[in-house]
């Protein structure tokens, strides 16, 4: 069974920075290519960013593109989300998820698993 932690979130300023992780509980995560999505109160869950399997290639929603990055470490079996330049606007419960048969997904129905979300609120 593939298990997604997520970790990190919290409450931080605008303009601030925060960190997020994701820790995947299956050893072949390298594997698996894997995402942030991110979801606000009465929103639709929206993906926010995306890399594939080597962590190569990256793929971003241009409303975080320029501001947070995506990486991944395989050896740790974590993907990770830095985001900066924080906004209100940010302010959502941030789920991280995993895709096998996808390269570079960016809907929903491409990912097989998610974790539980963790919650980033940016005050003004």
């Known amino acids: 069974q593939v298990k997604l932690v997520e970790s990190g979130g919290g409450l931080v300023k605008a303009e601030g920075s925060l960190r997020l992780a994701c820790v995947v509980s299956?050893?072949?995560?390298?594997?698996?290519?894997m995402g942030w999505f991110r979801q606000a109160p009465g929103n639709e869950r929206e993906f926010v960013a995306s890399t594939n399997q080597e962590g190569s290639r990256t793929h971003y929603a241009d409303s975080v593109k320029g501001r947070f990055t995506i990486s991944r470490d395989n050896a740790k079996n974590t993907l990770y989300l830095q985001i900066g330049s924080l906004k209100p606007e940010d302010t959502a419960t941030y789920y991280c998820a995993a895709s096998r048969l996808s390269l570079l997904p960016a809907r929903r129905f491409e990912f097989d698993h998610w974790g539980q979300g963790t919650k980033v609120t940016v005050s003004s």
């Open positions: 299956e050893r072949s995560f390298r594997d698996w290519a």
